[in-house]
C-alpha cells in the first residue's frame, strides 16, 4: 500500500517479527521471509505534509541462499540495519538523482530479494508473529534477472562512498590518556573529525590495548559484532599474537562466518554463548585483560568493528589496575563495597562455559576491591523468586532500593533513557514502559512514596541522523523499524532529540546506552548507568505470570554508578566536560536538559527512504 510523506511516496510490506529471524548476520534462504517490496519515488505534495507511519502488506519473495563458501571480505556484519548502511556506502545514491534512479538503484544492490526486514539488533519481543497487517493483493516476486552490483571489498564500509575512512591524525592515538586518579572512570570514545580539545580525556580501542594500561598476557573479548581483522589490528604490535578469546551468540551461517574470519589468525579462539529464548542476542561488550602487572575489566558500548569507533558517541568503564592477591588468599578476599567481583564471577558463570573457566579462575586472584560500580547484567531466561532480582530491570530496581536516598521533591526529578535501539513495547505505555520499567527507574532508596516524575526518552531525529558526520549510514546503527514504531505511536510522545554540544559530540550519532535520574534543573544526577541495553524487553527482562515470573532473552552488562558509594549525595553535572579537568563533575554525554521533538521532528526509522533533502554527503537514504 502506497504512502505520501514528506519522504515521498513509497511502499512497505510484511512484518519484521517473524518466528524464524536471522541472528547478528545470518541470511536465510525460506521462502517465507518476510521484505519490503520495490519501491516507486514520487516527490511528496509538500515537505510540510502531516507524516503518516505506512501500513503494512504482506509480498512473498524468494531470498536467494548464501554461497557456500563467501570469502572473507565480503562477509556481512551486524543486524540489517547496518547491512543496509554498508549497501548505501557502497553504492550511494546523490541527492541530485532522480527518483526513477534510485528506484533503480535499489533494484541493483537488492540483488532480487526486495527489501528485507528484520528485528534491531537487540529486540524484538515477537509478540506478533507472521502476521499480515494489510489485506492488499499479495505481490509478485522481482524477476530473478536483476542485475547485481559488484561490491568493492571494503569493509567495514565508509561514510564516503568507495573512499577510505578518513585517516586519524598523528597524535589522535595515544595522545591523551585520561587522569588514572579520574575517581568516576567513565570515558567517552574518540571520534574522528572533531576539534582536539573534544578528544582529550577520551579513549580509542587503540588506547585501551596500549602498552602504556599493561603488558597484556592474553584477553577475553565480549561483543555482538566481529571485524576479526581490524580487531586484531587494534592490539599493539608486540601484543598482536597473544590469545585473544571471542565470546559471541552467533549460529549457523553467521558462526561460520565468524570462525571463517579467523582462520588467518591462530590465536583467535572462540566461547558460543547459549541463546535458548528466540529473539535474544549476546548483545554484552566487554574487555577482560589479563596483564603480567595484574587484570583490568573495561565495559564498553562499542562492537569491535571500525565504524563503532569512528564517528560514533560510545562510552565506557575502565576498572582500575587489579592486582594480584597474595599466594593462599581466599576466593573471597579482594571483594568491593560494591561486590562487583561476586557479581562479575556470577555473570562469567551463567554462561556455563568451559571456556570460561580460566577466566573465572584468574579473577578470583585478584583484588577487585578498589571498584566503586555495581554490576548489572542480564542473562537469558525465566527466574521466579529471588533469581528475579538477579538480572535486567529488577536487579537495577534492587540497587537503588539498596543503595540510594529518598530525595525532597523527588516526584520532580525527571528520568531520562537514551539508547539506540527499541523494541516491542506493546499498545500502550502502561504495558511496560510506565509499569514495571518506570517502577524500576523511579525507586530512590526505601520510599513508600510511587512518583511518576517526567520521563525523556533521547533518540535521534531524521535531522539529526542526516546531518550528523556520517549522514543516513549513521542510521543503519539505529534500528528502529518501521513495523514496531507503527504499532507504538504512543511511545513517540517521548522522544528528544540528539544534541551533544557540551561534549561536542551533536554530530556523531549515539551507540551509547545511558540512563540516570536528574534534579529539575539538571545540575545532579542522583544515579547513572551506562550499559549495552537498548529500549527493549528482551534486554532488560518483562514480567510474566501476574508477576511471578520474568523472562530475559539477551545477554546485556553495564555499571551503575551511586553516590552513596563515592562519599556523595548526588554527583554534580560537568557544564564543560572537555578538554578534561580535575573537575568533580559527572560527564554526561548530551546536553542538559535534553530537547523535546519539535511537531516536525520524526524519529528515524531505519527500513524507509529519505530522499527529501541530501546527508552531509550529499546523498539520500534508501534501505535495501
Known amino acids: 500500500m502506497s504512502q505520501d510523506s514528506h519522504h515521498g511516496k513509497w511502499t512497505v510490506s510484511s512484518s519484521d517479527e517473524d518466528d524464524d529471524l536471522p541472528l547478528s548476520g545470518t541470511t536465510t534462504s525460506k521462502p517465507h521471509q518476510p521484505a519490503l517490496s520495490s519501491p516507486s519515488y514520487q516527490p511528496a505534495a509538500s515537505a510540510s505534509h502531516t507524516p503518516t507511519i505506512p501500513k503494512i502488506e504482506a509480498a512473498p519473495v524468494e531470498v536467494k541462499p548464501e554461497p557456500a563458501n563467501a570469502p572473507v571480505s565480503s562477509l556481512v556484519i551486524g543486524s540489517e540495519a547496518r547491512q543496509s548502511a554498508a549497501a548505501n556506502q557502497v553504492n550511494t545514491v546523490k541527492y541530485e538523482s532522480s527518483p526513477s534512479l534510485a528506484g533503480k538503484r535499489k533494484h541493483e544492490v537488492s540483488d532480487g530479494t526486495g527489501w528485507a526486514l528484520s528485528d534491531s539488533e537487540d529486540d524484538d519481543d515477537g509478540d506478533v508473529k507472521g502476521k499480515s497487517l494489510g489485506n492488499s493483493p499479495k505481490r509478485a516476486p522481482p524477476s530473478p534477472k536483476t542485475k547485481k552490483v559488484k561490491v568493492e571489498n571494503e569493509r567495514p564500509p565508509s561514510p564516503y562512498g568507495r573512499l577510505e575512512y578518513i585517516d586519524e591524525p598523528e597524535d589522535f592515538f595515544e595522545s591523551s590518556i585520561p587522569p588514572l586518579n579520574d575517581p568516576y572512570r567513565f570515558y567517552l570514545n574518540k571520534v574522528t573529525g572533531l576539534d582536539?580539545?573534544?578528544?582529550?580525556?577520551?579513549?580509542h580501542i587503540r588506547d585501551i590495548l596500549s602498552p602504556l594500561f599493561g603488558t597484556l598476557k592474553e584477553s577475553a573479548q565480549f561483543n555482538y559484532c566481529f571485524d576479526i581483522a581490524w580487531m586484531v589490528d587494534q592490539y599493539p604490535s608486540e601484543f598482536r599474537d597473544r590469545p585473544v578469546l571471542i565470546v559471541h551468540g552467533d549460529k549457523r551461517e553467521a558462526k561460520a562466518r565468524l570462525l571463517q574470519q579467523a582462520k588467518p589468525y591462530p590465536h583467535v579462539h572462540f566461547c558460543q554463548a547459549k541463546l535458548d529464548i528466540a529473539f535474544g542476542t549476546h548483545h554484552t561488550k566487554m574487555m577482560l585483560l589479563w596483564y603480567e602487572e595484574g587484570f583490568r575489566v573495561v565495559i564498553t558500548t562499542s562492537n569491535l568493528i571500525r565504524a563503532d569507533w569512528y564517528q560514533k558517541s560510545q562510552g565506557m568503564w575502565m576498572s582500575p589496575l587489579f592486582p594480584r592477591l597474595p599466594k593462599g588468599s581466599s576466593d573471597d578476599e579482594g571483594e568491593s563495597a560494591t561486590f562487583f567481583k561476586r557479581d562479575l564471577l556470577e555473570y562469567l558463570a551463567a554462561y556455563r562455559a568451559p571456556e570460561l573457566e580460566e577466566w573465572i579462575q584468574r579473577i578470583r586472584e585478584h583484588d577487585l576491591s578498589e571498584t566503586k560500580v555495581y554490576l548489572v547484567g542480564s542473562t537469558p531466561g525465566r527466574y521466579v523468586g529471588p533469581d528475579m532480582e538477579r538480572w535486567g530491570h529488577l536487579r537495577l530496581r534492587k540497587l537503588l532500593y539498596e543503595h540510594t536516598e529518598p530525595i525532597a521533591g523527588e516526584e520532580r526529578w525527571p528520568v531520562i533513557g537514551q539508547f539506540s535501539s527499541i523494541g516491542s513495547l506493546g499498545v500502550d505505555q502502561t504495558k511496560w514502559l510506565t509499569g514495571e520499567f518506570q517502577r524500576t527507574m523511579t525507586t530512590l532508596g526505601k520510599s513508600s512514596i510511587r512518583s511518576a516524575p517526567p520521563l525523556h526518552l533521547v533518540y535521534p531525529s531524521v535531522e539529526d541522523v542526516r546531518t550528523s558526520l556520517e549522514g543516513y549510514p549513521a542510521g543503519?546503527?539505529?534500528?528502529?523499524?518501521?513495523?514496531?514504531?507503527?504499532?507504538?505511536?504512543?511511545?513517540?510522545?517521548?522522544?528528544?532529540?540528539?544534541?551533544?554540544?557540551?561534549?561536542?559530540?551533536?554530530?556523531?550519532?549515539?551507540?551509547?546506552?545511558?540512563?540516570?535520574?536528574?534534579?529539575?534543573?539538571?545540575?545532579?544526577?542522583?544515579?547513572?548507568?551506562?550499559?549495552?541495553?537498548?529500549?527493549?524487553?528482551?534486554?532488560?527482562?518483562?514480567?510474566?505470570?501476574?508477576?511471578?515470573?520474568?523472562?530475559?532473552?539477551?545477554?546485556?552488562?553495564?555499571?551503575?554508578?551511586?553516590?552513596?558509594?563515592?562519599?556523595?549525595?548526588?554527583?554534580?553535572?560537568s557544564g564543560n566536560p572537555f578538554p578534561v579537568s580535575s573537575s568533580s563533575g559527572f560527564t554526561v554525554p548530551f546536553d542538559l536538559p535534553p530537547t523535546s521533538y519539535s511537531p516536525k521532528d520524526q524519529p528515524w526509522i531505519w527500513n524507509i527512504p529519505y530522499n527529501q533533502a541530501p546527508d552531509t554527503h550529499g546523498n539520500i537514504w534508501v534501505p535495501s
Open 196 to 203: 582536539r580539545k573534544y578528544n582529550s580525556g577520551a579513549l
Open 476 to 573: 543503519g546503527s539505529l534500528p528502529y523499524s518501521i513495523q514496531t514504531a507503527q504499532k507504538q505511536l504512543w511511545l513517540h510522545s517521548f522522544f528528544h532529540r540528539w544534541k551533544a554540544d557540551a561534549t561536542g559530540r551533536s554530530h556523531a550519532m549515539p551507540h551509547i546506552k545511558t540512563y540516570m535520574r536528574a534534579s529539575p534543573d539538571f545540575t545532579q544526577l542522583a544515579w547513572f548507568f551506562v550499559t549495552s541495553a537498548n529500549l527493549s524487553k528482551a534486554a532488560w527482562g518483562a514480567m510474566e505470570k501476574n508477576s511471578t515470573q520474568v523472562m530475559v532473552r539477551s545477554y546485556e552488562l553495564g555499571v551503575l554508578y551511586v553516590p552513596s558509594a563515592f562519599n556523595m549525595k548526588t554527583f554534580p553535572v
